[in-house]
């Protein structure tokens, strides 16, 4: 059985060159999958509003809806390290409601560490969630939650006006006590840029190969959604084979086929004939 990774051991591989995966999930079956496999880390994302909810995005997920799905991956991944996603409106009023959110996802799911967007902005809910005594990890480049003010999920720093801006977010983060920083949609000369001016690890999604660690959605890696972005690789091709199952079985039963005495319980019931 794996060791789970800690805080320290996850920052210390910005010196030793370890590298660590992380990858979404949302619940105990695909939980405890995760939990028997070498991925040292879960995000328990807002993107479940896109994978298991249906929505067009990530806002109108809740906190409710992260401690629901956080809690059965929990029980599902007791020696993977969890992360807790704060969905959107749920830090971005007061550093008190940032702090009151994070301590309900911290207690309530017994997740290792919270994640939330922004940079500059927010870097005083960031520095007073670490103050409360709950890990944090920032979120820069394309923030699925914000969007709508990107006009699209587009790859950012482009620019070196943008990159600036990055690296400025970067610090920020870092400066708030963040133990780690996600960085997401960026050209890789970019994340380079940005990994050899912050002392803390990031973790890349769709960054290149140049981070300490790499995050993929399960559902994009597995393939079982018709598109995935350039970033996801699909390590398998699931979709086609969950369809073929579900006809296969279909075609069984109306041809009656299924089930057969093997998938069924056979013992004599005394006087029934």
Known sequence: MKKKITVPEIMATKQNGRKITLITCYDYTTAKLVNES???????GDSLGMTMLGYEGTVGVT?????HHGKAVKRGAPQTFIIG???FGS????VEQGVISANRMFTEIGCDAIKLEGGKRSAAVIKGIVEAGIPVCGHIGLTPQTTSMMGGFKVQGKSMEAVEALLEDALAIEAAGAFMVMVEGVPTA???YLRERIHIPIIGIGAGVDCE?????LQDMLGMTEWVPKFAK????LRPQILDAFN???KEVTEGTFPTPEYSYNAKVEGLE
């Open 38 to 44: 070498n991925i040292e880390m879960i995000l328990v």
């Open 248 to 250: 296969t079985y279909q």
């Open 63 to 67: 906190v409710d809806d992260i401690i």
């Open 85 to 87: 996603d704060m969905p």
């Open 234 to 237: 699909k390590f398998a091709d």
């Open 190 to 192: 970019v994340t380079r």
């Open 91 to 94: 830090y971005n009023v007061s």
């Open 213 to 217: 660690a790499q995050a993929l959605v």
